[in-house]
């Protein structure tokens, strides 16, 4: 027995933003990050849409890259003195993933960041306000998961807070917001969500509701990133990518990630990888790796006109440079010392990761640690 859980109204398509107007509250708090969501016109119109659903709307702007709890909690006392019954979070990631943890310390002021981040450390949410996610990346998904990521700037720790209890209550899937992305994150967040629907497809409780949509999700990118990297106004692409990683995130959220995810964390916190960079150089060993334990690569290949698991490994990294993304460590510039120094480490740290637990196949430490050493050298492994 097991649950597929996703937010309750998911609009998608073009102009969709539109919607908000359908909501139904009194006041409204919008998070933001830098400008990006200010000069693309996205925050002028949820603005204008909110103040039609008769909802006053006020802005909370600022979220950096990889946001601090500082952020958070400040935002968390926006939020308290605004009382606002919706939370609505526009832009990037970063600015989602701070309004979910701004939301849980307005329900809960006495949050601890540590007990957030333990298992079933977020208690039940929704007795202030509910939620309304709006991206302008297409990427991690977190539109639709239960899934924060939030940083501790003083123990330089990055904490996951995972709850189906963050689960947003409506996501808005409007391509028009990702046309102003520049290259570089397209091509990061797109690998990003590529990575999620191959790890979610290959999960050791994967299922039948999560593989269609997984499957779908890197049909998508495969037929669009490239494009969505070259031609940035091309609206339908940019839909297409963003439905794709909607539908990686329905699958991920109830099934989980893999090894890519777990040593990807490692090498972004220690080398600051862009996340989707890190999945790209790591999803082709990891597949060779996991290839051995299950044939469901061959249902991926079979996407893109080929049969085996070396077939799909060597697509995903035709993608990865076609879109100008680093094919090994070494390329993205990483010191050979500094890499080897840290890579014990990495190691042990993406054998505890979560995510590990979900990859199909058991990895030792020596064999995590020959698939870093390959992914540097940028060579193929072989098990
Ligand atoms: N919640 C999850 O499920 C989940 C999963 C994986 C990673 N993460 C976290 O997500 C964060 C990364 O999020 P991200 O990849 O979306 O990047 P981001 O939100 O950090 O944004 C990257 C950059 O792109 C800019 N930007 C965003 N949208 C834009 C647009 N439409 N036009 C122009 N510029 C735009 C931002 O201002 C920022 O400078 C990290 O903190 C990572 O740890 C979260
Ligand atoms: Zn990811």
């Not at 991206?135 to 189906?164: F, N, R």
């Not at 963050?166 to 290259?183: F, H, N, Q, R």
């Not at 196949?361 to 050298?377: G, L, N, S, V």
């Amino acid at each position: 027995m097991t649950t597929f859980i996703v937010p309750k109204d998911i609009f998608h398509g073009l102009g969709s933003l539109e919607n908000l107007k359908n909501l139904e509250g009194t006041k409204a708090v919008i998070v933001t990050g830098g400008s990006s969501v200010r000069k693309n016109g996205a925050l002028e119109k949820t603005r204008t849409f909110l103040t039609e659903a008769g909802i006053t709307p006020a802005v909370f702007s600022g979220v950096e890259a990889d946001p601090s709890i500082e952020t958070v909690l400040k935002g968390a006392a926006f939020f308290t003195e605004e009382q606002p019954d919706i939370i609505v979070g526009l832009g990037g990631c970063s600015a989602i993933d701070a309004a979910k943890a701004m939301w849980v310390y307005y329900e809960y002021p006495d949050s601890k960041l540590e007990e957030l981040a333990a298992p079933f450390g977020v208690k039940k949410m929704r007795n202030k306000a509910t939620f309304v996610a709006i991206p302008s990346t297409s990427g991690t998904g977190t539109e639709i998961t239960g899934l924060s990521v939030i940083t501790d700037t003083d123990k330089g720790v990055k904490y996951p807070l995972v709850s189906h209890e963050l689960t947003p209550d409506v996501a808005i899937i409007d391509g028009e917001l990702c046309a102003s992305m520049p290259k570089s994150v397209t091509a990061n967040t797109g690998l990003d969500a590529l990575s999620h629907g191959v790890e979610a497809y290959v999960s050791n409780i994967a299922d039948r509701y999560n593989d269609p949509l997984a499957k779908e999700s890197i049909n998508l990118v495969f037929k669009n990133l490239a494009r969505a990297v070259a031609e940035p106004g091309d609206l339908e692409t940019r839909q297409a990518m963003h439905d794709a990683s909607c539908l990686a995130g329905m699958a991920f959220t109830n099934v989980w990630l893999g090894i890519v995810h777990a040593m990807s964390h490692q090498v972004g916190g220690t080398f600051g990888v862009a996340h989707g960079c890190g999945n790209a150089i790591l999803m082709p060993n990891v597949i060779r790796f996991n290839a051995k334990v299950t044939d469901k690569y061959g249902d991926l290949a079979a996407l893109l006109g080929k049969s085996t698991a070396e077939e799909f490994a060597r697509e995903v990294a035709g993608l990865t440079a076609s879109v100008g993304v680093a094919g090994s460590f070494k390329e993205c510039g990483i010191d050979e010392e500094k890499w080897n120094a840290k890579l014990d480490s990495m190691t042990e740290h993406a054998l505890k990761d979560p995510c590990t637990l979900f990859n199909p196949r058991k990895p030792t430490f020596d064999e995590i640690k020959a698939i870093y050493q390959a992914c540097y050298d940028g060579t193929a492994i072989v098990f």
